[in-house]
């Protein structure tokens, strides 16, 4: 009896595979959709292709289906394109339809839903929010003087967006930043959620990992709020912040879009975020690019030196001396 069953319920699935082969193809020919591996039901091709979606996997399949080809991971459907014609096609000419960046629900989480101005959708929001995040550009000179004094790098950023200074590598405040933002980072990039993100179903057994996700995020905004929106907020209000010996810094800017009624609490605080984020972000990829290629890094080097002048401060109008 077992065996009977057993025997029915391959042949079941084998039915099933089948069928949803031949709707996948019946399906691309009437919707004119890239070629791609054959999904198989539920799972699409995520048991075939993984996690690891990176960008020489990417390339394998280009060389197999062409510069444009279609994968069903669970529900979501990923189209990837690998040829400077194409990505001009769809990051230029059709930006606004393909200007959105697509969430999750662990990044829903950190987000609320996308009320941060990475994870927001393309709108008058999203311009908005980007509107004020660039205030960053209005303060260079903090900048450059940070620069020229050769502090650390985390000096540069807080002292340009927060007024704010770290005593050192050591100080409680940075390790603490450092810690959260690690923390972060590890949760949102993790491949421990993918199952429950492609398949809606599945989504229920991720119930303590968004939990985690959200301490997380609650720490990290008190945070935010305590130390550098209500800080600078007591300074303004002190008048010290005015002070012709105080540089203004980028969040007064962003304090004063709120006072104007353009964007809300929540909004400063996930601009505020974005820029945490961010400065980890970059500093992490600049820095592990030079590592990874000193010539590249001697090239560069040596253009600065020709085009600037040999040990010369880089400040911002001289990006555009340089090729």
Request: some cysteine; overall charge positive; hydrophobic content about 40%.
């Amino acid at each position: 009896m077992d065996l009977l069953f057993l025997e029915k319920l391959l042949v079941g699935l084998f039915a099933s595979v089948l069928v949803a082969v031949a709707v996948s193809k019946l399906r691309g020919r009437k919707l004119r959709l890239p070629p791609g591996p054959v999904p198989v039901p539920i799972f699409g091709n995520w048991l075939q292709v993984g996690d690891d979606l990176n960008h020489r996997n990417l390339a394998a399949l280009a060389r197999r289906f062409g510069e444009i080809f279609l994968l069903r991971m669970g529900q979501r459907n990923v189209v990837v394109v690998s040829s400077p014609a194409l990505a001009r096609e769809v990051l230029h000419a059709r930006g606004a339809e393909f200007g959105s960046r697509g969430r999750n629900v662990v990044f829903d989480v950190f987000t609320d839903g996308g009320q941060d101005m990475v994870f927001a959708a393309y709108g008058d929001h999203w311009r908005t929010m980007r509107r004020v995040g660039k205030v960053v550009q209005r303060h260079h000179a903090g900048w450059e003087a940070e620069a020229a004094a050769v502090l650390m790098m985390y000096n540069n950023m807080y002292s340009l967006m927060f007024g704010r200074r770290f005593e050192g590598l050591d100080d409680p405040l940075l390790l603490r930043l450092r810690e959260l933002n690690g923390e972060r980072s590890r949760l949102a990039q993790s491949f421990e959620y993918n199952y429950g993100d492609f398949i809606p179903v599945l989504r229920p057994f991720l119930r303590g990992y968004l939990k985690i996700c959200k301490e997380v995020k609650d720490a990290r905004l008190k945070l935010y709020k305590d130390c550098f929106v209500e800080e600078r907020r007591k300074m303004l209000a002190s008048g010290k912040a005015t002070d012709s010996h105080e540089l203004k810094c980028g969040m007064d800017e962003i304090l004063e879009a709120q006072r104007k009624g353009e964007i809300n609490e929540d909004h400063v605080l996930f601009i505020v975020e974005n820029i945490n984020v961010a400065d980890d972000a970059v500093g992490n990829g600049v820095g592990g690019g030079r590592v990874n290629h000193p010539e590249t890094q001697q090239k560069l080097r040596r253009e600065m030196d020709r085009v600037l002048g040999a040990g010369h401060q880089v400040t911002e109008p001289d990006t555009h001396r340089l090729p």
